[in-house]
């Protein structure tokens, strides 16, 4: 199970810390990553992250803004939000896959496990 938290109202420019927690089964060699969907949009890929942290990858639009981490004795991915903006007001989901670049792909098709979404929202 994966449980996603951290989601809230934020103003543009502001913060957010978005944390996604899997129990049941350890995830320390699975691959981990965010996805988000705006109302009427489909869900598209955010960041990346491999099982031991060595390689992430991003969205052009949250480039330089997101950062995704991971602590594997927690059995935790987080996203940190930095320079919110309007248009990243989406729910975002937690993804987990034995393979790095399933995620990568954002191809939700291809994505083994989901989280629930939390939502965020980036006020103007």
């Known amino acids: 199970q994966l449980q996603a938290s951290g989601g809230g109202l934020v103003q543009a420019g502001g913060s957010l810390r978005l944390s996604c927690a899997a129990s049941g089964h350890p995830v320390s060699r699975y691959a981990m990553g965010w996805f988000r969907q705006a109302p009427g949009k489909e869900r598209e890929f955010v960041a990346a992250?491999?099982?031991?942290?060595?390689?992430?990858a991003y969205a052009d639009s949250v480039k330089g803004r997101f950062t995704i981490s991971r602590d594997n004795t927690k059995n935790t991915v987080y996203l940190q939000m930095n320079s919110l903006k309007p248009e990243d007001t989406a729910y975002y989901y937690c993804?987990?896959?034995?393979?790095?670049?399933?995620?990568?792909?954002?191809?939700?098709?291809?994505?083994?496990?989901w989280g629930k979404g939390t939502l965020v929202t980036v006020s103007s």
């Open positions: 993804a987990v896959d034995r393979n790095y670049r399933a995620i990568v792909s954002g191809n939700t098709g291809d994505v083994d496990y």
């Open positions: 992250i491999s099982y031991r942290g060595s390689s992430t």
